[in-house]
């Protein structure tokens, strides 16, 4: 029989990773994986709010992360300094501030961790309510705008040229991207969150000859990695978000080493 | 590009009057000033004294332009002149700080633009890339791709094209919404010296065929000149406009291409200043070895 805590382990993941697929490939599609990066642990300032003004953990994340890509929108306007530099100042910023502001709130760095890598077998029924409601809306909203999402990541000038409305296109995907990282908070941590999303895709794209085949196979990627991650935590005791994360980077890294022998055959 | 040559422009822009008028066609010539025009009732698409300023520059202004059906108009002008931000402005992607533009009614435009860099991590068969956002398409995919030359290329992957395969699957793309006006911004980037010649053969024979009005732009003359009908030439305002031999021969546009223009007509002189990877990393030795 299977420890309540770890089917719960298991089905928060699965749902996470289910979501993660198709989202995680159109953050590759559009090279804002460090986009997402920065966003996700600029999160930890919205965990610090939370635990200030006792207002709702998912909540405040959602409200400071589409805070800090309204930010990275603004400040991408400017011209002198490029984007990637200002990403890197504000992830690291925003990743310091975090840590300082819970660590002073907790007052213990043991918790800290757990912000940072997700504590998955802690997961409660509630979280599962969140997972499981907040990912089919993220699911939902994708499967809607999915031509359009298309569309803009094959070429955005054309897409605008034809019709498709991207100032509406790209601010509900930093939405849904928001909402994603909050709901994988507490798996993975806001540290590993664009991880999650990226390495099955990057997994999936050497076998994937459409969008959505390389959707499906990184959620098959995930789904096979959240089960092999979870299982190896528990046999030798590890950690839970990072045991996945490493399963799925293992796998990517397969899948890169068999598409460099593809070319080259 | 460089301020004396824009302000000298402009100088010699507003003593226009004086040059010969035989040697200037078309409107948007030397009218602009004579206060608000009417907008061409055969015209496709029309603008009137377009204006666009950014931070405080202004980028283009005073520009009339007008394309009519079965007419292919080149619009032609030095890197920074502001051809794309002309095209982009009449496609309604750029806001006009002055001027209007009206297009005929139910005037689509099917839009090529001038770099379609297609990013590999994202798989996409060049069927599938067509009937995006319209699978209804599917039926008529064979048959443009067949107009434009590209029927091979069907069931492989964007990112496999050469550069000239890739302008056809979008031109296709373009033709597929039945537009009676094709916008293509540098259809020649990333093509070889052999590519540039077919495609603007076939953009003339798609005229012909569809009866399409046609706004190309280039940033150089002599290699669309058999192709164009009329010709404007572009620095931020319009220099010069008309049939390409009067152009060619415009005090404006000869001290624009001065250098280039001193050379024997008909050599292709390119400003490389774009992506050599695909296909396109050989393209500029073959370019070179063309020249006399």
Known sequence: MIEPFLVRALAAAIGLAIVAAPLGSLVVWNRMAYFGETVAQASLIGIALAIMFEINLTLSVVLITLAVAALLIVFARQKVVPLDSILGLMHHGALALGVIATSMLTGSPVDLVGFLFGDIFAISKEDLYWIYGGGAVVLAIIAWLWQPLLRVSVHEELAAAEGVSRNVIKPVFILVLAVTIAIAMKIVGVLLVIAFLIVPAVAARPFAATPERMAVLAGVVAVASVVIGLGLSVNIDAPGGPSIVLTMACLAGLSLVYAAVRQRG | ?292
Not at chain 2, 83 to 112: F, N, Q, S, W
Not at chain 2, 168 to 191: C, F, H, I, M, Q
């Open chain 2, 1 to 292: 590009m460089s301020e004396p040559r824009g302000s000298a422009a402009d100088g010699a822009g507003a003593g226009k009057g004086s040059q010969p008028p035989e040697h200037v066609h078309g409107p948007g010539c030397g009218t602009h000033d004579d206060g608000p025009q009417d907008f061409d009732p055969g015209a496709l698409i029309s603008g009137r004294g377009l204006r666009v300023a950014r931070r405080g520059r202004t980028i283009i202004s005073d520009i009339d332009i007008d394309i009519r059906p079965r007419e292919i108009v080149t619009l032609i002008g030095p890197n920074g002149s502001g051809k794309t931000t002309l095209v982009r402005a009449l496609l309604g992607l750029e806001p006009l700080d002055g001027g209007a533009i009206r297009r005929a009614d139910g005037v689509r435009i099917g839009y090529v633009p001038q770099r379609f860099d297609v990013d590999r991590a994202l798989p996409m068969t060049v069927e599938r890339f067509l009937e995006l956002g319209n699978g209804e398409r599917k039926a008529r995919i064979g048959d443009v791709l067949g107009e434009v030359g590209a029927v091979h290329v069907r069931s492989q992957q964007l990112g496999e094209l050469s550069g000239g395969e890739l302008q056809r699957v979008v031109l296709a793309r373009a033709l597929l919404g039945d537009p009676p006006l094709l916008v293509l911004d540098e259809p020649v980037r990333g093509v070889d010296y052999v590519g540039e010649a077919e495609l603007y053969t076939l953009i003339g024979r798609l005229r012909d065929e569809r009866g399409l009005g046609v706004l190309l732009v280039s940033h150089d003359l002599h290699v669309v000149m058999a192709a164009s009908d009329r010709v404007i030439c572009l620095n931020r305002h319009v220099c010069c406009s008309g049939v390409p031999e009067t152009v060619a021969q415009h005090p404006e546009y000869v001290r624009l291409f001065g250098a280039e223009t001193a050379r024997a007509f008909g050599v292709y002189h390119h400003h490389h200043d774009h992506r050599h990877d695909l296909a396109g990393a050989p393209a500029p030795e073959r370019r070179d070895g063309g020249l006399p």
